[in-house]
């Protein structure tokens, strides 16, 4: 006749589970890693929370340590932020070969000749709308190009 093992739900993740011989009266949980680890961080909590409640002095000491893990955060972060204020001044940006860098990511080349003429094409783009704008006469003239 085979030994019959006793088999419950698993009340983190719902599985079924064969209980441990030793243990089955009181295993809720199987002993998949997750599970486990739910259980011990549950179970960790619930001993701080009495422990803290009923021993005066550990409550003490905890919020001690609180306040000086709060203070040394606080620290930290002002240090990092003024650092960030004083810090050097920006480097700028040369305009024109951002502009070429885009062009060239636009079209998908690093050829200069194919950037070149995409450029020459934007240009004579860019010209025929200046007259048109300055057709409106908010523009400014565009004779000189
Ligand atoms: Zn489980």
Redesign the pocket.
């Known amino acids: 006749m085979a030994i019959r093992r006793a088999t419950a739900l698993?009340?983190?993740?719902?599985?079924k589970?064969v209980k441990c011989r030793f243990n089955t009266l009181h295993q809720r949980?199987?002993?998949?890693k997750?599970?486990?680890i739910?259980r011990r961080q549950e179970r960790q909590r619930q001993y701080y929370r009495r422990t803290y409640r009923n021993d005066k002095q550990f409550a003490d000491a905890e919020r001690e340590r609180c306040k000086n893990n709060i203070r040394k955060r606080r620290e930290y972060l002002r240090k990092s932020n003024d650092e960030k204020l004083s810090g050097s001044p920006p480097i700028p940006i040369n305009i024109d070969l951002l502009a070429t860098g885009l062009l060239s990511q636009w079209i998908d080349s690093k050829d200069p000749m194919e950037v070149e003429q995409a450029a020459r094409q934007l240009e004579t783009r860019g010209r025929q709308l200046a007259v048109t704008v300055v057709c409106t006469g908010s523009a400014p003239d565009v004779k000189d190009f």
């Open positions: 698993c009340e983190q993740c719902g599985t589970y949980y199987c002993t998949r997750n599970c486990m739910k």
